[in-house]
């Protein structure tokens, strides 16, 4: 919890060389992020001009909102995860802002894999937590439905798709208010003893054991449908392979619905938090626009205000235990 | 090669108990592709009352073309895959009625697992297949993409992946003319390494070896939004448990999209062929309704007349060596 947890200021660093098209869309995004958010304080970490674009645009009296942190060095997509624990890279840079106190939250569309290793090491894992999830929000008809994993592991285990399930759970209640989440297993049908070993494994712990925050409940199996329509569960666990495949391609029927054929489609979050690690961490798509860098750093700007990283260090790992 | 594979004849047997909504929809579904098609005969598989129900509604010169095999027992979604071997079920005995020689091919929209291990018994495995795959037809706006495996199998594995994509490219060219299939796998980026450890070693196989069918190339990764979009790839191979989610998932939102709940969306296709098994097998979603039963049929029909499993012998498994 960090001084300025109860103050209307966020001050979120943002990785100007992540994402396909930066750093334009970088400081597309920071501009609007500011626009929309007149309690923002970026910490920008990237190349001193790229910096100096976005104080450059902003109105005079809007300048000191905004903080360069120089690095020069960024981790591209065709990179190991690991180069994302080389100090010199943006990414690291931004969670090391965080971990010094002298950001809230950071924001990164570069490579999740380099984002979760750079975030994992600087912050280190929740108590008993033994992977961390990238957890996004779509907003079906019914409410809000939250899905994670989207990447951060992609081999499925049952053991972290129970810890999982509990920090869906902890999520939906902090950041959406909802009480009593219903918590889902992703499968390929919802008859019990439907899915792969690991989720017939996680399905059977969480049948049994009270492993979910006080109000949560366990609901079986859904499937894929239930994730874009909502109506059957709040929260809905899955591997990162298969939440990251499924998102997408919800994404891309909805672009396809609408009638175009870029994948950016209202109705699928762009920006997904690393639930799991001692700090606050928002990942944007790699094609992320600036309306899409926006909305991430308003996310974090968000969850820094509600207090949800170490609300959800409180609620979350006192019940998990680590099965398997 | 059935003696009547060039006429256009198709006499195809149908699982009247198979199905979230049998028998009604089945017969709703026979009507409709009675209707569609005038060369076509059913093998109705079940109770004689609903097949008779469906004699008495077609008009009396058409009778001819239902012929009745009596069967009184079903195989439930929620029964273990290998109730599907008790010979006293109905999709065990359309298969039957296929081995048999009465019917050239068989649908059901019952339990594809009890359907899956029915043909595997039935009509074997094709030469070198480890595992069918289930496979459907995304209308994609590119052209047709065709998706493997939607269930058939929910574990990951190297080999299956790299028979599954033979078998698809195979499919991409016998069913849908395309003479230079591009076949893809469907992983969490697109970047090579991207993907666990079975798609990975897959690509790296796929690479290196010539173990598709002549013409057909391999192109990489693509990701979940390319199946609906298109464009990047004919073919897109996945284990049985993502692509089932996927599919799904699809589904839902293009039904959102719609503004309706219902989970049946125009552009998703509800029926999907059995890959890899000596038989001509079409499996339907459970929740079919009779428009999907008589599409199912439909591409029964087709497939049928077009030789598709013999050709699919021929062209596939001679390439196919087993990996891992």
Chains 1, 2 share one sequence.
Do not use: W
Request: hydrophobic share 50%; with cysteine.
């Amino acid at each position: 919890v960090t001084r300025s947890e109860r103050s209307p200021v966020a001050r979120i660093a943002v990785d100007l060389l992540g994402g396909d098209a930066a750093p334009a869309v970088v400081v597309d995004g920071a501009l609007r992020a500011c626009e929309a958010d007149p309690a923002l304080v970026l910490i920008l970490v990237g190349p001193r001009p790229v910096a100096e674009a976005v104080v450059s645009a902003l109105p005079p009296g809007d300048r000191h909102r905004i903080v360069t942190r120089v690095v020069d060095q960024v981790v591209s997509m065709a990179d190991a995860p690991s180069r994302g624990m080389r100090t010199d890279t943006t990414v690291r840079s931004a969670v090391a802002a965080v971990v010094e106190g002298t950001a809230d939250g950071m924001v990164s569309a570069g490579a999740s894999g380099a984002a979760v290793t750079a975030a994992v090491h600087g912050f280190g894992r929740l108590p008993k937590i033994r992977r961390p999830a990238l957890a996004a929000t779509l907003p079906a008809q019914s409410g809000p439905v939250v899905l994670l994993d989207l990447g951060a592991n992609t081999e499925a285990h049952a053991g972290v798709l129970v810890q999982h399930s509990a920090l869906g759970a902890a999520y939906a209640q902090i950041v959406h208010g909802i009480a009593e989440p219903r918590v889902a297993l992703l499968s390929n049908g919802t008859e019990a003893g439907k899915g792969d070993r690991p989720r017939r494994s996680a399905a059977a712990t969480l049948d049994a054991r009270r492993v979910l925050p006080h109000g949560a409940r366990f609901v079986g199996n859904v499937e894929g449908y239930d994730v874009p329509l909502g109506g059957r569960a709040d929260v809905v666990v899955t591997d990162g392979f298969t939440g990251n495949v499924l998102l997408k391609g919800v994404e891309g029927a909805y672009a396809l619905a609408a009638g175009r054929a870029a994948v950016a489609a209202p109705g699928v979050p762009r920006a997904a938090a690393l639930l799991g690690v001692g700090g606050l961490v928002v990942i944007c798509h790699g094609n992320a626009d600036g309306t899409d860098l926006a909305s991430g750093i308003g996310l974090a700007a968000h969850l820094h205000r509600i207090g949800a990283v170490s609300r959800l260090a409180a609620a979350a790992p006192d019940r998990i235990e680590v099965p398997g």
